[in-house]
């Protein structure tokens, strides 16, 4: 019997792919709800793997158009990032044929630290952006980074599995031991009794070529493990 220690809502970057239809397949088959973050590049590339997930329950989120760092652009880029991403993401919304309820953004590499950082999270809260419910994130670093204060979506655990591109010795085995790592910038281990998770995966081709199915061999060891997904939440800054 599976004794639920940590509590996590399940999100995915850098989508669509090719791959996309074959993950939403076996989230749904877990009863898995996921909010996938997609940038406009792929959209454009891939309308309808974004189409077939949202149909099949999944939540989309904004990624940016081309992936770029924030940190490094204007305030006028960022936004401009943003809104051609949001007119892409309504298009899916409008052939999937589903009413879109929430408008989430996540920051590319987590790059938030923006010189005009209050302008853009004015703006993202003035254009209707939400965040996921965060109150209840147990992590130290993610109280100290002050992400509960930001519109944006960060996360508090990171498969990193998008190593295997650059390094393809890194194995399964590699991935999971690093679960049990646990980290100096944050108290808390993915596994850890009663402790509530923003859990990173990545819809990447590459990955899969290296390690085949990679989403459904991570997602399966840390529910054995203890990890119940959940139905993401949202709320509006007051």
Known sequence: MVISMSIAYLTMDDGPSDITRDIIDYLTERGIKPIFFFTGQHIEKKMEEGVYALKKGAIIGNHSYSHPNFEQLTLEQCISEVEKTEELINEIYQHAGVVRKFKL???PYGARKLKESEEFQEYLENQGFCKLEDTHITSEWYDREGLKEGVDVLWTYDFTEYR??????LTYEDFIARIYERKQESSELLLDEESRHIVLLHDHMETNAVIPRY??????YVMLHGVTFIKPEFQYLP
């Open 215 to 220: 989403y459904q061999k991570f997602l399966d």
């Open 105 to 107: 953004f996540r920051f």
């Open 164 to 169: 295997v591109h650059n390094d393809t010795s």
